[in-house]
């Protein structure tokens, strides 16, 4: 066979040409190949996917049914009895780990000189501890510098008066705030170590306050 060619730059060559277009569309096979696999591995991701909502949707009916089922089989009046229980546990565990001295010192610094103590109650609020302090003053404007005194010192916070009333010749005031010890005080600090006497010229700024039978200082308690 003859092949003519009349080109100026004639090209017999075309094995470069041929290998290019071949490798090209191996390529492309090879891709759509790959595409494919990924479609079908996405799916079959997608179908695993559903079926594992589908079981944590059943499996949570499931556990809210048996919760339903538990809440209805409780004795509501035992229930309450047992949180009545814990409260009054929790109660005595903080009377036992309340620092009395710590809580004398803080009314020792801040107490003015016309403000009596007459009686401090610790308790609990919204899960944090609280005192309420029964106060004896002569003027408003002393009751007012002995709470803007313990709200200064950063350990009491939320100081109200709740009642205000006369009592011979003076004002009684019934005072609620929210006290932060500066350090958790330790059973046997808080049971062994009595408050150190005051100096004679803050003898008149010091609540009186009864001594017990082993020494150590207790407030009285709020009438």
Known sequence: MLRNNLSTRPFYNDRAVRAGLMSLTALTLGLMLFNAYEVLRLRAQDSAARQMIAENDAQARQLREQAQTIGRSIDQARLTAVQLAAGEANALIDRRTFSWTELLNQFQATLPPDVRIAGVAPGASEGR??????????????????????????????????????EDGTLRSELEAFYSPTAPPSPEASAGQAVPPAPASEAGKRPAVPQGPSGNTTPEAPR
């Open 129 to 166: 501890m609280q005192v309420q302090i029964s106060v004896l003053s002569r003027r408003i404007e002393d009751l007012e510098e002995f709470m803007d005194a313990l709200a200064k010192t950063g350990v009491f916070s939320s100081v109200l008066s709740r009642s205000d009333r006369p």
